[in-house]
């Protein structure tokens, strides 16, 4: 991130400090975790772990899964939503440009500052289509919207699209508003139910707390053949294994005469006093 570009958009110190404190504390073997952070002269860095895949957007997957692989994923995705409200943070705006996968083919989701404080109008635009009917008319995003993005993600794993995208913005949103749910693949019983359950606008009125929900969820007989804590910890096998070439890290560039950091803690980079906390930081151990 430019310090320039953080000026001018008047982010003060508290909020980068806020950032750096989300990141720091928010880890799950789901997610795209931090690994460290650092500032030179001009710019705040964040290291983050590597995910090669995008699972909706790859060339080297098939662009529709079975049920049983869609439950994989869809499951995954569902313990690190699950962890990210047992932190207080809801994840926002769940589509496919931000579900990977990592080398070892699990989920890895993308969560990054603006999905805790804002979405560009731009990301919005781009993604319509996962966005619930509560954000819509109240725009509010809450755990409602978290699964039913959710859901619309398992719909788009089974049929290859999403269920109510159309030729324009107007008339997507008025798809999702009236929320009339086609399910074109022939599902099992346990894959329609699930779908229905979650792409629902009265999905808070029938679950009114988060964890209602997601114990709904977790005791759903879509996911009857999941144990949750195999699936935490990787022990299930996934569909796809990513290789990638291989790379001589002997080669890596030294980071340490790439970029100065003694501008920290004494302000030498002409910003005063806003950055001088943002010293180089370790998150915690990769989980």
């Not at 789901?30 to 460290?36: E, G």
């Not at 710019?43 to 049983?68: D, H, M, R, V």
């Not at 989701?109 to 804002?118: A, D, K, M, P, Q």
């Not at 979405?119 to 039913?148: A, H, I, K, Q, T």
Request: charged letters at 25%; a negative charge; hydrophobic letters at 35%.
């Amino acid at each position: 991130m430019k310090k320039m570009l953080i000026i001018q958009n008047k982010t003060d110190e508290d909020m980068v400090m806020f950032e750096l404190m989300i990141r720091s504390e928010i880890r799950h073997p789901f997610l795209i975790n931090q690994v460290c952070a650092f500032q030179d002269y001009d710019n705040l860095y964040y290291i983050t772990e590597y995910a090669p895949t995008l699972l909706l957007k790859s060339n080297i997957l098939p662009k529709k899964f079975s049920c049983e692989i869609t439950k994989f994923y869809a499951a995954e995705m569902f313990l690190c939503l699950k962890y990210l409200h047992s932190k207080g943070q809801n994840y926002t705006f769940l589509s496919s440009k931000n579900i990977f996968l990592s080398t070892g083919g699990h989920i890895k989701l993308g969560y990054s500052f603006c999905n805790c404080i804002e979405c560009s109008n731009n990301g919005v635009l781009d993604d319509l289509e996962y966005l619930s009917p509560d954000y819509l008319e109240n725009n509010r995003f809450g755990y409602m919207s978290d699964y039913w993005s959710l859901g619309i993600v398992i719909y788009q794993m089974i049929h290859g699209y999403t269920p109510f995208l159309c030729e324009s913005m107007d008339l997507t949103m008025a798809e999702i508003k009236r929320c009339k749910l086609v399910i074109q693949e022939v599902v099992s019983e346990d894959t329609h139910s699930i779908l229905h359950m979650l792409i629902d606008r009265n999905l808070m009125t029938k679950y009114p707390t988060c964890k209602a929900l997601e114990d709904a969820i977790m005791k759903h007989s879509f996911f009857a053949e999941i144990d949750w804590v195999k699936l935490e910890n990787k022990e299930y096998e996934p569909p796809f294994i990513i290789k990638l070439p291989e790379y001589d890290i002997k080669a890596s560039p030294n980071l340490n005469l790439l970029y100065t950091s003694d501008c920290c803690g004494e302000g030498k980079d002409g910003y005063g006093n806003i950055f001088t906390s943002y010293n180089t930081v370790h998150f915690l151990k990769k989980k």
